[in-house]
């Protein structure tokens, strides 16, 4: 984990403290989005509702990364 990620880990932690996160995972989610085609994001986040999120913590875009985020709007 980097220093970005482990700064974000402790941060969804102090929020499972203040009874907003119920669980997180660093790569604790992956989704299916095409034949062949897989994202993983940084953190998979439970809210205490009871609702699923994932979180993206990025130092910098690879190129794959950057094509996958543009081709989605």
């Given at each position: 984990m980097n220093k970005e990620g482990a700064a974000y880990a402790?941060?969804?932690?102090?929020?499972?403290?203040?009874?907003?996160?119920?669980?997180?995972?660093?790569?604790?989610?992956?989704?299916?989005?095409?034949?062949?085609?897989?994202y993983t994001p940084?953190?998979?986040?439970?809210?205490?509702?009871?609702?699923?999120?994932v979180h993206e913590v990025k130092e910098f875009w690879q190129d794959d990364a950057r094509k996958k985020d543009q081709n989605r709007g």
């Open positions: 402790a941060t969804l932690d102090a929020q499972r403290y203040d009874v907003e996160v119920t669980w997180f995972e660093l790569e604790g989610v992956n989704l299916k989005l095409a034949e062949n085609t897989f940084d953190f998979g986040v439970m809210l205490v509702d009871g609702a699923l999120e």
